[in-house]
T-cell receptor, first 115, second 117 residues
Framework: ETGVTQSPTHLIKTRGQQVTLRCSSQ?????VSWYQQALGQGPQFIFQ???????GRGNFPPRFSGLQFPNYSSELNVNALELDDSALYLC??????????????FGPGTRLTVL | AQTVTQSQPEMSVQEAETVTLSCTYD???????LFWYKQPPSRQMILVIR??????QNATENRFSVNFQKAAKSFSLKISDSQLGDAAMYFC??????????????FGAGTILRVKS
């Protein structure tokens, strides 16, 4: 148990809809990253938030957006869902400190199915 | 751009024996971090072991050790005395030290490890 939680566990949407996934970071963690993991593949970096600002983004279109709140919880929003968006979405949080070696702690993920 | 390759989609090991999972990566950087993560059926990604590229000494964590060959860009994971609880998907991951990339991890495609009793 890492202390990082995600909701919901599973979600089914239809193509064209919008979805919001939530992540609650481990206490004291001020950096959160989101990843998309398609079935049978490794996770792909979507973006990262630090102190409520996006400060790193992977190769994902603008319809993938996020928010980080003062309590360091976070949301991933996906608009105009496509079938290929079906995947496990993971969030990972990292603690304070200057060292970039700090471990990231992953949540259990949200399984999104787009029909 | 950095890439990570895991050439073994699936591996099997007998309980109590040793298994080695392979990973190669491509980068033009000289300083970076490498990681092995374990993802059991519960889906929670768990850090197994990490290696700083500037350290020549191979990292070890109990039954887990790595063989880090920087020149060959190879980073294999050895699991000794395999246990049933080691069965999972294992991912090799790379992280740059460049600040503009933040905490971005670049993952390989993963290796499924099956442990036979």
């Amino acid at each position: 148990e890492t202390g990082v939680t995600q909701s919901p566990t599973h979600l089914i949407k239809t193509r064209g809809q919008q979805v919001t996934l939530r992540c609650s970071s481990q206490s004291g963690h001020n950096t959160v990253s989101w990843y998309q993991q398609a079935l049978g593949q490794g996770p792909q970096f979507i973006f990262q938030y630090y102190r409520e600002e996006e400060n790193g983004r992977g190769n994902f279109p603008p319809r993938f957006s996020g928010l980080q709140f003062p309590n360091y919880s976070s949301e991933l929003n996906v608009n105009a869902l496509e079938l290929d968006d079906s995947a496990l979405y993971l969030c990972a949080s990292r603690g304070r400190g200057e060292s970039s070696y700090n471990e990231q702690f992953f949540g259990p993920g949200t399984r999104l199915t787009v029909l | 751009a950095q890439t990570v390759t895991q050439s073994q989609p699936e591996m099997s090991v007998q309980e109590a024996e040793t298994v080695t999972l392979s990973c190669t990566y491509d980068t033009s950087e000289s300083d970076y971090y490498l990681f092995w993560y374990k993802q059991p059926p519960s889906r929670q990604m768990i850090l197994v072991i990490r290696q700083e590229a500037y350290k020549q000494q191979n990292a070890t964590e109990n039954r887990f050790s790595v063989n880090f060959q920087k020149a060959a860009k190879s980073f294999s994971l050895k699991i000794s005395d395999s246990q049933l609880g080691d069965a999972a998907m294992y991912f090799c991951a790379y992280r740059t030290l460049r600040a503009e990339y933040g905490n971005k991890l670049v993952f390989g495609a993963g290796t499924i490890l099956r442990v036979k009793s």
